[in-house]
């Protein structure tokens, strides 16, 4: 009895785990969420600034513009060392092929602004909210900070997770410029 027992129990976990691993693999081959990838159109949006400007990312590309999308929080340690290496490039090397645009996931203006005060620079480009999580959903962004050049046909060209270096910077720039 308990050799039928222990085989019928290993049946069942077999079993159990094969079925699990099927509907894994369904879930995932039918879900409708896909990463945005170099090569691929960017996704269109429209948030508010910390200004309370309208942001459009087609505005930009529109006017012949390469865009560098940086998507942060403000727990972030990696975004807080990047932030002003991405600010010293934008305010000595601006000119008007690009926008860099730092697209805040889902914080409130306080946590925003206190994060700005603890920097050691004034931040010169635009921080876009995106408090619905809507633009980093469509981006499928996973985690922070996640970095996106598009070029001025609106094309994704280049993508990177994680904390930026200076010539990483530049690089995105080249790109969304090139």
């Known amino acids: ?3 039928k027992t222990r085989n019928f129990l290993r049946i069942s ?3 159990t785990i094969t079925v699990l691993i099927g509907i894994t693999l369904w879930f995932n081959l039918t879900s409708d969420n896909k990463t ?3 090569g691929d159109d960017a996704v269109d949006f429209q948030l508010k600034t ?3 400007e309208d942001f459009r990312l087609s505005d930009l590309t529109n006017d012949n513009k390469g865009v560098i999308l940086n998507f942060w929080g403000t727990w972030c340690e990696p975004c807080r060392e990047e932030m002003p290496d991405m600010n010293q490039i934008y305010t000595n090397d ?3 092929n690009y926008e860099i645009v730092a697209v805040n996931v889902a914080e409130n ?3 925003i602004q206190q994060f700005i005060a603890g920097l050691d620079a004034n931040l010169e480009f635009p921080i876009a909210l995106d408090s619905s999580r809507s633009v980093t959903e469509a981006y499928n962004i ?3 900070p996640t ?3 598009i070029d001025k046909e609106g094309k994704v060209v280049r993508k990177q997770e994680y904390q930026l270096t200076q010539d990483d910077i530049l690089a995105f720039i080249n790109d969304a410029t090139g």
Do not use: H, R
């Open 36 to 38: 945005v990838a170099v």
């Open 147 to 149: 970095t996106i050049a």
């Open 13 to 15: 976990i077999i079993l």
């Open 1 to 3: 009895m308990q050799k």
């Open 94 to 96: 601006y000119n008007d």
């Open 109 to 111: 203006e306080q946590q």
């Open 142 to 144: 996973g985690p922070l």
């Open 50 to 52: 910390l200004d309370g």
